[in-house]
């Protein structure tokens, strides 16, 4: 079992940038694949971008491709989705959540264990 938990959300203007943490406890964070998902209000929850155990293979959504870079320090157990460039339509709970299995996979309800989000407000 793995905990998850995420920090580094809060409130930006366009163009802005904003760095999210995934830290880990429980359960060695490199065993583990690492997902982004965000939601925002009366919206399903959608892929943003995942992250290998090694952190060699990154997979991002077109939405946020060329913005955000999804990266990893497993010494850290920790996870970064770093995100640059922000638009209004970014605004959303982001989530990190872990997946057993290293085959990609882009549906949420593969994923194992969730943290409980943090909030990310872009505004125009």
């Known amino acids: 079992q793995v905990q998850l938990v995420e920090s580094g959300g809060g409130l930006v203007q366009a163009g802005g940038s904003l760095r999210l943490s995934c830290a880990a406890s429980?359960?060695?964070?490199?065993?583990?694949?690492v997902g982004w998902f965000r939601q925002a209000p009366g919206k399903e929850r959608e892929f943003v971008a995942r992250i290998s155990r090694s952190g060699g293979n990154t997979l991002y959504s077109d939405s946020v491709k060329g913005r955000f870079t999804n990266s990893r320090d497993n010494a850290k157990n920790t996870v970064y989705l770093q995100m640059n460039n922000l638009k209004p339509e970014d605004t959303a709970v982001y989530s990190c959540?872990?997946?057993?299995?290293?085959?990609?996979?882009?549906?949420?309800?593969?994923?194992?264990?969730w943290g409980q989000g943090t909030q990310v407000t872009v505004s125009a």
């Open positions: 429980g359960r060695t964070l490199g065993s583990v694949a």
């Open positions: 959540a872990a997946d057993s299995s290293s085959i990609p996979r882009l549906n949420y309800r593969n994923y194992d264990y």
